[in-house]
């Protein structure tokens, strides 16, 4: 039985284009009501996918990550360095008359990494120590640097409420994710096994419920028109350009493996949408608050397309090993 059910975690781990896509729909067609309950069982399943993905990590890979924190630090200057830069020329490009929609594109594109990159990383089989680390460092210092830099670009103070957030940071990422490190450690490895297996099979169904609440989540935000149609476009080149930064920015390293430039990609072109919706929701005008709500339309079809690319990178990479050396 369990051979079967790691059968179907690798075939789910290989489609997860059209999983994440199947859950993201269902949560258009059949949207859920939005409840406080709904939103503790998603943070709950969330809490369980980094557990899964810890136990395939220890704390001595953990700690190596900070004994070399400047692949860190490249990456949080992307983020909130180039990146809100990205989004300035985007906005100013195809919204020159609409400070509002700037501003939405500007927030959207500096607040912290999303949690949910972790994940992805995991699937793809990238360095999930160092993404761990990433948004773990990244979640602590954003609530620091965040209100400034709003204040510079908007002209105004944001107070933020750093212990909700760090609360947050600590029920989904650092508890299940020091609790997973101790078990991988006390089995010497042995639950690894776990998570390539029913635990694999399990986070992934996890996923789903995921992104079908998120999904359903967005739902009241839209209202279909030619003005809607255009933010789509706009946001969809947003978010590409923050996936493709963090592959463009993996060119800077001496050692450029797969697995760095998979936590790469995922750590700066994922964003914490729902942390940014609050965020323009409490201190601007709803007109802020569209674009970075909207953008949970593209994060987690897009991060499935990343997926489906890696997957067909180590196919054809294996293909060609394959080849007898007078054909290659």
Do not use: C
Not at 110 to 117: K, L, Q, R
Not at 129 to 134: D, E
Not at 152 to 173: K, T
Not at 226 to 250: E, F, Q, R
């Amino acid at each position: 039985m369990l051979d079967l059910i790691t059968s179907w975690n690798s075939w789910l781990g290989r489609r997860m284009f059209f999983v994440v896509l199947s859950a993201f729909f269902s949560g258009f067609i059949l949207p859920l009501p939005h409840t406080t309950l709904l939103g503790t069982v998603a943070v709950a399943l969330f809490a369980y996918m980094t557990f899964i993905v810890s136990l395939e990590t220890s704390y001595r890979d953990f700690f190596h990550v900070l004994t070399k924190p400047w692949l860190t630090l490249w990456m949080l200057f992307l983020i909130h360095g180039v990146m809100p830069l990205v989004a300035w020329v985007i906005g100013h490009l195809f919204y020159p008359d609409s400070a509002l929609t700037r501003l939405g594109f500007l927030i959207g594109a500096a607040i912290p990494i999303g949690v949910t990159s972790i994940i992805w990383t995991s699937i793809v089989r990238g360095d999930v120590t160092l993404a761990l680390v990433a948004v773990t460092v990244d979640t602590v210092l954003s609530p620091l640097l965040l209100p400034v830099y709003i204040a510079l670009v908007a002209g105004r103070s944001v107070h933020i409420d750093y212990i909700h957030l760090l609360l947050g940071l600590f029920g989904m990422v650092t508890i299940p994710s020091l609790l997973g490190m101790a078990f991988n450690d006390l089995s010497s490895g042995k639950l690894s096994r776990y998570s390539r297996s029913l635990g694999g099979f399990t986070s992934k169904v996890a996923l789903f419920g995921v992104v079908y609440i998120n999904a359903s989540a967005v739902v009241p935000e839209i209202s279909w028109g030619t003005p809607l149609v255009k933010m789509l476009l706009v946001i969809l080149l947003l978010v590409m350009s923050g996936y493709y930064l963090g592959y463009a920015g993996s060119f800077v390293l001496r050692d450029r493996r797969r697995s760095t430039v998979a936590a790469m990609i995922y750590n700066v072109g994922m964003r914490n949408i729902s942390f940014g919706s609050v965020l323009a929701v409490a201190y601007f005008p709803a007109a802020v608050a569209v674009p970075v709500t909207l953008a949970m339309l593209y994060q987690q079809p897009l991060a499935a397309a990343v997926s489906y690319l890696f997957s067909r990178f180590d196919r054809r990479r294996a293909d060609v090993l394959k080849q007898p050396a007078g054909d290659k």
